[in-house]
């Protein structure tokens, strides 16, 4: 089996729990390039990068170099796609692979119950206000609140399309991941991604109506409510609309 063949098969099984290759990337912290690059078998893919895969994917390490060196493509996605429940015991040389709904939708909540301890424990580490690491401190807790958002809001619609009780618990995940977002950029309240997002709050407008607003993609828009990105030539209009909105 190639890497273009095994690839292929973890193609196969992303779309199996109905993931696109944003909610793959949100959940791995592997680029969309990177995860289209490992589909198609175009390059050989880091170890971290396969690693990341796998435990996004919720599969056993090494499931990709099993894949490469399989001899039947077919029948190996077969088995992973028909792997025993978890609660069976899997074979020590054949492991048992989950792509039940239910069970991914149990996994995808422990995973954000553990993104939240996580930022909790970032937040309760802040550096002192007056330290000069303080700002670059919360901008990057605010990128990995940012990240664990959108597997949230990626693992409750496993949820809903699963009909697993985890989905009221998941959106409640989501709902505190949001607080903590907006409370990080409360705390820069001179920054202009905190000015931003403030007034998008305020407008009441949907994202994609400002980003219209501002002649930017609706990506651009998030980047600008929590990095501070502005596209060139967007500033003017980004003042504009904070004013507005103030």
């Known amino acids: 089996m ?3 063949a095994a690839g292929a098969a973890i193609r196969t099984l992303r779309e199996a729990r109905d993931w696109s290759l944003a909610d793959l990337a949100a959940a791995t ?7 289209s690059f490992l589909e198609r078998g175009v390059r050989k893919p880091h170890k971290g990068t396969v690693q990341k895969v796998e435990n996004g994917l919720g599969l056993p390490p090494g499931t990709y170099a099993r894949l490469v060196v399989a001899d039947d493509p077919d029948a190996e996605i077969a ?3 028909a792997a025993a429940p978890a609660e069976s015991t ?3 040389t054949t492991p048992g692979i989950v792509v039940s709904r239910h ?16 930022l909790n424990s970032l937040i309760a580490r802040l550096p002192a206000e007056t330290s000069n690491e303080y700002q670059t401190y919360i901008q990057s807790v605010i990128e990995q609140c940012v990240k664990a958002e959108l597997l949230a809001a990626n693992s409750w619609r496993v949820a809903v399309n699963a009909g697993a009780e985890s989905a009221d618990r998941l959106m409640a995940h989501l709902t505190s991941l949001e607080a903590i977002r907006t409370g990080l950029l409360a705390r820069t309240p001179g920054s202009i991604s905190a000015r931003f997002d403030q007034a998008c709050a305020r407008s009441e407008l949907p994202e994609s109506v400002i980003a219209t607003l501002l002649g930017v993609a609706v990506e651009q828009v998030w980047d600008i409510r929590n990095r501070g990105t502005i596209p060139p030539g967007a500033l003017p209009r980004v003042r504009a609309f904070v004013r507005e909105q103030s």
């Open 29 to 35: 912290g592997v680029s969309i390039m990177g995860l």
């Open 2 to 4: 190639s890497r273009e």
């Open 103 to 118: 069970s991914d939708a149990d996994v995808l909540e422990a995973h954000a119950e553990a993104h939240l301890d996580s």
């Open 90 to 92: 899997p074979s020590r």
């Open 79 to 81: 088995q992973i796609l």
